[in-house]
């Protein structure tokens, strides 16, 4: 069933971003967005979650969809104590069905990222992967039907990056979550997804859409099916070259 449609969308500001861009994204997929830096990826993340609107085009989403967003930073407020943290969505919406409800559903997704013990910590006292997961609590919070990641694990060290993959993995395995998640890393693209999008430089364009060769619970970093994966999406992110100028050809 598809999600999301897109039909020709375009955006621009300056200048075009968004080429138009047509795909469909059905439920339960875990998308992962790929191109170069400049050429759009946050900018369709926007446009997916109503914080901007296409210039033209059609984009079309479930009624009520509102999709949580997580950022590379995971932008918590450093006064409030962790679950204050992961309870914000509730009083930032009429979602609220009270604090007590609000705290006791917080708490929950904690334990569900692993963080229960560190409720009532602040965000100074965590690492930066702790920091991250409090973020991806307070994204799900709310049980969004879509979930969307620009770049979320990019500023963390290797260990916490693997371990985080792995979480995700798994709360994407144990809910009806589709994802779309944004990254520069090609291991991490072929370890989380179930499909690839490759964009061509601004103004974006899909050069590449694959679905994974490699089922989920067969993705081992080091097999050698797994390089191959990641070598076929670098040779189609390298398959748009821009064309050599004038100038350095010859005249
Ligand atoms: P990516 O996430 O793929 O790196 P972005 O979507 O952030 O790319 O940006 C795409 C292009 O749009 C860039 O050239 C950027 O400078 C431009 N851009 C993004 N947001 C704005 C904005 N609010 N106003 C003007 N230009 C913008
Ligand atoms: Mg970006």
């Known amino acids: 069933m598809p999600l999301i449609r897109l039909s020709g969308v375009t955006k621009s500001y300056d200048r075009p971003v968004l080429a138009p861009l047509t795909f469909e994204i059905l439920e339960r997929e875990f998308v992962i967005l790929l191109g170069p830096s400049g050429c759009g990826k946050s900018t369709l993340l926007r446009l997916l979650s109503g914080i901007e609107s296409i210039d033209s085009g059609e984009l079309l989403l479930p009624d009520g969809l509102s999709p ?37 559903q917080a708490l929950e997704t904690l334990r569900r990222v692993g963080l229960f013990d560190f409720a009532d910590h ?23 039907k879509l979930l969307l990641l620009d770049e979320p694990f990019a500023a963390l060290d290797e ?7 792995e979480e995700l993995l798994r709360l994407w395995r144990q809910t009806e979550l589709t994802i779309i998640f944004v990254t520069h890393s090609l291991s991490e693209a072929v370890y989380l997804g179930t499909r690839h999008i490759v964009f061509s430089p601004r103004p974006a364009r899909v050069i590449g859409d694959r679905g994974s060769a490699l089922p989920i619970d067969e993705r081992v970093r080091t097999a050698s099916e797994f390089q191959r ?23």
């Not at 679950?83 to 009083?91: G, H, K, R, S, T």
């Open 68 to 104: 949580s967003v997580v950022f590379q930073e995971p932008r918590l407020l450093p006064w409030r104590t962790v679950v204050e943290n992961v309870m914000l969505p509730f009083e930032l919406s009429s979602l609220s069905s009270g604090r007590d409800a609000g705290r006791a």
């Open 122 to 144: 602040y965000p100074h006292e965590l690492s930066g992967g702790m920091q991250m997961r409090v973020a991806i609590a307070r994204a799900l919070v709310t049980k969004p």
């Open 159 to 165: 260990v916490s990056r693997f371990r985080l993959q």
């Open 229 to 251: 994966e990641v070598e076929m999406l670098q040779t189609l992110q390298h398959s748009h070259q821009t064309q050599p100028t004038l100038k350095d050809g010859v005249q």
